[in-house]
């Protein structure tokens, strides 16, 4: 059974920085490219950031680009994202997923950007 539990999420002033953590389980970590994801209220979820499964590549949304990062460590599980310089539009409930997600989502991690 998957599941995939986000933390590190909180308020943060914009400019600030927090780390992400999702824990995944119930599948075999280590094959597979993950994937940050994030809704904001009232809109779609949107792909934030991408590593592939040994963390030799990753990818990122252009909005986001040289202001986080996504690293893992297969062998505890667990993807991280790194944010730096906040911003008030980075306010969203953070996932994450395999780039094709699995149906399967976890609660999600809430980042709130305000001064």
């Known amino acids: 059974q998957v599941q995939l539990v986000e933390s590190g999420g909180g308020l943060v002033q914009p400019g600030g920085s927090l780390r992400l953590s999702c824990a995944a389980s119930?599948?075999?970590?280590?094959?597979?490219?993950m994937t940050w994801y994030r809704q904001a209220p009232g809109k779609e979820r949107e792909l934030v950031a991408t590593?592939?499964?040994?963390?030799?590549?990753?990818n990122y949304a252009d909005s986001v680009k040289g202001r986080f990062t996504i690293s893992r460590d297969n062998a505890k599980n667990t993807v991280y994202l790194q944010m730096n310089s906040l911003k008030p539009e980075d306010t969203a409930v953070y996932y994450c997923?395999?780039?094709?997600?699995?149906?399967?989502w976890g609660q999600g991690t809430q980042v709130t950007v305000s001064s």
């Open positions: 997923n395999r780039p094709v997600p699995w149906n399967s």
């Open positions: 119930g599948f075999i970590f280590s094959i597979f490219a």
């Open positions: 590593i592939s499964s040994a963390g030799g590549s990753t």
